[in-house]
């Protein structure tokens, strides 16, 4: 949708989960994982491709791309917990790291490619926010340049439907965007009135599980339980 919440549009429709996603600006290509596969669109959700299927995808979660390097790398669940890497193509590499379980490092959960300064745009089309997606960057640091207040306030309380699965993201004009197990993508402006809210589906398991992602064109990307 555009940052405003009007001309939504539904890109790609699946019958799995949908995590992670990843964004290449520079071929106007679109990656996500929906924990079967790792799946390539347009940025307009045509030409989809199914790169890499749930045989030797294990259980992914979250995605990220290296454009300049022509690789894509993927955190599976699947025990034992693995980073992965293939081509952006779908062809596999071998794995970045595996028995991150045994090793005490837990669950692969999030991931990033390279190396973002803090309080910098990664320059691949984040918006300029405070925090435009899930850990404040592409290297998910969960560090913002703002100093906190001193002495903690609460300014406003917003409710919505369901409980909250997905962290908040910022948007360049204050915009708050956060997602619901109701199956709902909630805009709440600045002083905590809503802006609008966004219904992805109306199945069971349609809950927005995965933090949604705003572009410095003004255009927000969510994903829910059915894809």
């Not at 979250?62 to 790398?73: C, E, L, Q, S, W």
């Amino acid at each position: 949708s555009n940052i405003d919440g009007t001309n939504i549009e539904t890109l790609v429709s699946t019958t799995a989960d949908a995590f992670g996603i990843a964004l290449d600006l520079t071929n106007d290509k679109l990656y996500w994982v929906n924990g079967i596969g790792v799946h390539r669109t347009n940025l307009d959700g045509t030409q989809r491709e199914d790169l890499v299927n749930q045989y030797g995808v294990g259980n992914p979660r979250y995605i990220d791309i290296d454009v300049a390097n022509g690789k894509m790398y993927w955190s599976d669940e699947q025990a034992p917990s693995r980073i992965r890497r293939a081509t952006l193509e779908g062809v596999l590499l071998s794995h970045v790291a595996t028995d991150l379980g045994r090793t005490g490092l837990g669950r692969a959960n999030g991931i990033a490619v390279g190396s973002v300064p803090q309080g910098s745009n990664p320059g691949w089309g984040l918006a300029n926010s405070m925090w435009p997606m899930i850990g404040k960057n592409q290297s998910h640091t969960g560090r913002g340049s703002a100093s906190g207040p001193q002495i903690p306030d609460l300014l406003w309380t917003f409710s919505i439907g369901g409980d909250t699965l997905a962290a908040p993201v910022l948007a360049e004009d204050g915009t708050i965007y956060v997602g619901s197990d109701d199956g709902k993508l909630y805009a709440v402006n600045p002083n905590g009135s809503e802006k609008w809210n966004f219904v992805t589906g109306t199945t069971g398991a349609s809950d927005v599980r995965a933090a949604a992602l705003v572009t410095s064109d003004g255009t927000v990307y969510v994903g829910n339980g059915v894809g």
